[in-house]
Structures are given as C-alpha cells and as structure tokens.
C-alpha cells in the first residue's frame, strides 16, 4: 500500500471529501495564517527585490507563481531545498490535468507524477519521526488521535492537492489583476 498512488482529495466525491477537507481546515488555524503574514511579506519583499531596477520582467516567473508557491511549500513542511522540484513537479501536474501532452511525453509526466507522489509520501514519513510547526505535522497529530480518521496515505493526498491547487488560483490571481490594473489603472 506504501507504493500505491492514492486517490488526490480533489478527486473525491462527497461525503468522502468533506472527511478530508475538514481535517485539513482544522490544521488551517487563524493561529498558523495570522503567523505566516512575515514570512508572505518576506517572500514578496525578496522576489520583488530581485526585478528592481529591471525596465521589463515576467510578472508570472517573478512573482505571481514563486510566491503563492513558496507560502505554500513551506506551511506543509516541504524544506526549502526541494522548492524547485515540486515546482517542477507541479508544472508536470499542470500538463496533464489542462494539457494535451503528445504520447512522447505522457510516460515522462506519469513517471514525475508518480514520483511526486511518493516524494509527499516520503515527506509525511519523514514528518512522522521529526514534527515540526507546519501542516504535515498539524495532520499528523490528528492522525495520531484517531489512526481510522486520518490515514497517512491520506495524508499525502491533502499535501498533493494543496501543493498545486494551493497555489496555482492565487498566481492567476495575481497575474490577472496585475493585467486588469494595467488595462483600467
């Protein structure tokens, strides 16, 4: 079952997505958002510190997606190092949920795929033995208190689905404001 590829949260029809969206909402505490407003303001201070001075830039690779990206990576516990394989990862994700991938390249996007998942799986392994302050190990702790409501492989289901769907409604966000100010500033 430990190599197995779970079904993804969004997936899920309810009443089985509404099991794991409420653990998942109660590891969302007022408490852990209002605690990541310095590191959401850091992050944006540093990204735009890099495109300063510069007459053009992609607002999409320069800010729009590193930081939604980056806030969400690290609120579930993902160290920092890994950041740009699940970048990549999750550009993998994207091809093969909107795209229309030649058959060339859908045995690469399944073998990423794949090991996405069992990167995530890892990481709440890895959590399992070493919490920290994030959300794998707010999970894991509601894991602890009841092993049958909360599995680890579902888990790494809620990280799957947040680590994309996480950050890629608020890159769009920021991209299609950015495009509305300009078009009606």
Not at 103 to 119: C, H, K, L
Request: proline share 6%; hydrophobic share 45%; aromatic share 6%.
């Amino acid at each position: 079952l430990h190599d197995a590829l779970p079904i993804s949260m969004v997936s899920l029809d309810e009443p089985a997505h509404a099991r794991l969206r409420k653990p998942a909402a109660r590891a969302f505490s007022v408490k852990r958002v209002t605690a990541m407003i310095p590191a959401i303001e850091a992050t944006t201070t540093a990204l735009l510190d890099a495109v300063t001075g510069r007459p053009e830039f992609d607002l999409i690779a320069a800010l729009a997606f590193p930081l939604p990206a980056n806030i969400v990576f690290a609120l579930m516990g993902v160290p920092e190092r890994d950041y740009p394989q699940l970048k990549q990862w999750c550009g993998y994700r994207a091809a093969l949920g909107w795209g229309r991938p030649a058959a060339a390249d859908q045995v690469e996007i399944a073998t990423n795929m794949a090991a996405y998942r069992r990167y995530l799986r890892d990481l709440v392994d890895a959590k399992a033995l070493d919490r920290a302050d994030d959300l794998a190990s707010d999970l894991l702790a509601i894991h602890d208190e009841d092993p049958g409501r909360l599995t680890r492989d579902e888990i790494s289901s809620i990280l799957f689905s947040l680590s994309f769907a996480g950050h890629e409604t608020t890159a769009s966000l920021i991209g299609n404001t950015a495009r509305r100010l300009l078009e009606v500033p």
